[in-house]
T-cell receptor
Framework: DAGITQSPRYKITETGRQVTLMCHQT?????MFWYRQDLGHGLRLIYY???????DKGEVPDGYVVSRSKTENFPLTLESATRSQTSVYFC??????????FGPGTRLTVL | AQSVTQLGSHVSVSEGALVLLRCNYS??????LFWYVQYPNQGLQLLLK??????LVKGINGFEAEFKKSETSFHLTKPSAHMSDAAEYFC???????????FGTGTKLQVIP
C-alpha cells in the first residue's frame, strides 16, 4: 500500500524555468493539499482541492498553478521559478476525516 | 480566522525528563486540535488529536495533550523523554467542520543523553 507519493524527491532548477512537482495517492481521498515548509514559517498552504476539477487558493498561492483532472493526482507547477520558491514541498490528503496524511516531501532548490 | 502559536522553536530535555511543548490557539468556533511529528527528511504524521469529548487525549509513543478551553491551550507532554523522540513537532488547528488546517511554526525537540 503506497499511500501517498511525491516525485521528484529532490530537484534543482534555475530561475525562470518551469517546474512540476507530482503528487499521487492510492486511497481515493477527496481532499488534497500542497504546503511549503520554510524555517520559521512552519507549513503554509499553497493550494488545495476538494475533488477532481475543484481547486482553491490557500495562504500563499502566487507563482503556483495546480490542476486535478484525476482524483489520485494533484500536480503543482511553478510556472517561472524564483529563488524565493526554494523550499520543501509537501502534498497531503484528507479522506473525509479531520486527519491529514502527508507525503515524504520534495526538496526544491532554485538557483 | 484561526491561528496557532507554539512557544519555543527549540526545546532541549535530558533523556528520561519530562517533555512539555506548548501550543496556544485562537479560533472563532470550537476547534479541532492536532499534534503532528516530523522526523528528519520525512513528512508529518499524526501524533494525537482532539475533536470532541474527553479533553485529555493520548497519542502514540506515550505522548498526551490536554485541551484547556479557558486557557486556549493544547500543550503536548510526555513523562519521560526517549532519544527517539527527537523530532520537530507541529501543533495545528481546524475550525470545527472545515478541512483547511492552520499549522504552528513548529518546535524542534532535542533529547540529550
Amino acid at each position: 500500500d503506497a499511500g501517498i507519493t511525491q516525485s521528484p524527491r529532490y530537484k534543482i532548477t534555475e530561475t525562470g524555468r518551469q517546474v512540476t512537482l507530482m503528487c499521487h495517492q492510492t486511497w481515493s481521498h477527496s481532499y488534497m493539499f500542497w504546503y511549503r515548509q520554510d524555517l520559521g514559517h512552519g507549513l503554509r498552504l499553497i493550494y488545495y482541492s476538494a475533488a477532481a476539477d475543484i481547486t482553491d487558493k490557500g495562504e500563499v498561492p502566487d507563482g503556483y498553478v495546480v490542476s486535478r483532472s484525476k482524483t489520485e493526482n494533484f500536480p503543482l507547477t511553478l510556472e517561472s521559478a524564483t529563488r524565493s520558491q526554494t523550499s520543501v514541498y509537501f502534498c497531503a490528503t484528507n479522506g473525509g476525516t479531520d486527519t491529514q496524511y502527508f507525503g515524504p516531501g520534495t526538496r526544491l532548490t532554485v538557483l | 480566522a484561526q491561528s496557532v502559536t507554539q512557544l519555543g522553536s527549540h526545546v532541549s530535555v535530558s533523556e528520561g525528563a519530562l517533555v512539555l511543548l506548548r501550543c496556544n490557539y485562537s479560533s472563532s468556533v470550537p476547534p479541532y486540535l492536532f499534534w503532528y511529528v516530523q522526523y528528519p527528511n520525512q513528512g508529518l504524521q499524526l501524533l494525537l488529536k482532539y475533536t470532541t469529548g474527553a479533553t485529555l487525549v493520548k497519542g502514540i509513543n506515550g505522548f498526551e495533550a490536554e485541551f484547556k478551553k479557558s486557557e486556549t491551550s493544547f500543550h503536548l507532554t510526555k513523562p519521560s523523554a526517549h532519544m527517539s523522540d527527537a523530532a520537530e513537532y507541529f501543533c495545528a488547528v481546524i475550525p470545527g467542520g472545515y478541512q483547511k488546517v492552520t499549522f504552528g511554526t513548529g518546535t524542534k525537540l532535542q533529547v540529550i543523553p
